[in-house]
């Protein structure tokens, strides 16, 4: 998006003093023209949340990822028949705008692939047999945590079933002010545990609450990874850019474990 955003953001406050009733975005969805606003890796929902936020519906910003994750949901339990009634139950629900109701809906049809090995969107078809993917689960979950916090401060382990293995935790990039947890390919069937996070970002809030949630998410790993068949004793911290470099050093710092080099 151009200018970082600003230039969404300046349009849509011009237009929203000239009280139209109906307000239309054109984008070429062309990322080299900088127009796109669709939901990407590096951005997340970024621009989607600035237009929520501007136009003051009533929704909010976790309802955005509902019918991606049910069209993922679609994908990974095809041929579930009793799955398919759930997500067709969540389907309905989201399209009246019951979102609370389908959020319940998607989670119930998602528990179903705890059990099962992984399999992922992006490589049709292609299950990590002798693996486990759970997604969506809170590495914060202290009293009075408001919104904002509850929706970013999320994790997914993908981990093996064979047990005493080490664990890499996968801080996403983006300059502290974009960006979304996902598992890098590269990670896959490598014998260990990833564990990928979402965190607040910036200007939401400022320093030091991003670090307090990588620190956050290490602890997490280091106090629920043996549940899951890890161990606590080999847990590595990584990520993408520089930004989740340092992330990744300030968890060591508040987290109290010793970097291997």
């Known amino acids: 998006m151009s200018n970082d955003g600003a230039t969404l ?12 009733r109906v307000i239309q975005l ?4 062309d990322r080299g023209e900088g127009t796109a606003i669709e939901p ?3 951005l997340g929902y970024r621009h989607l949340e600035t237009i929520q936020e501007r136009t003051k519906t009533a929704f909010i910003p976790s309802d955005l990822r509902l019918p991606i994750e049910l069209y993922r949901l679609r994908k990974r339990t095809k041929g579930d028949a009793a799955a398919e009634i759930t997500l067709d139950k969540a389907a309905s629900e989201l399209l009246s705008g019951y979102t609370k109701q389908a959020r319940a809906s998607l989670a119930e049809a998602n528990n179903t692939l705890r059990s099962r090995d992984a399999n992922f969107l992006d490589f049709p078809g292609e299950v990590d047999q002798g693996y486990r993917f759970n997604e969506n689960i809170s590495y914060r979950t202290e009293q009075n945590l408001d919104r904002y916090s509850k929706e970013r401060c999320q994790l997914d382990l993908y981990h093996p079933e064979k047990p005493g293995y080490s664990t890499v935790i996968w801080f996403h990039g983006g300059g502290i002010q974009k960006g ?13 545990a ?3 996070e979402n965190y607040r970002l910036h200007p939401k809030i400022t320093s030091p609450a991003y670090i307090e949630d990588a620190a956050a998410a290490v602890a997490w790993t280091m106090k629920k990874i043996e549940k899951f068949g890890g161990d606590p004793n080999k847990i590595f911290v990584s990520g993408h850019s520089l930004e989740a470099i340092q992330r990744a ?9 010793k970097p291997m080099l």
């Not at 979304?180 to 260990?192: D, I, N, Y």
């Open 249 to 257: 050093w300030w968890a060591w710092i508040n987290g109290g474990f």
């Open 26 to 29: 054109v984008t070429w969805n």
């Open 194 to 196: 990833v564990v990928s």
């Open 180 to 192: 979304e947890r996902f598992l890098p390919k590269g990670l896959r069937k490598q014998g260990v």
């Open 9 to 20: 953001q300046e349009s849509l406050d011009w237009a929203l003093t000239k009280g139209n």
């Open 40 to 42: 990407t890796k590096l």
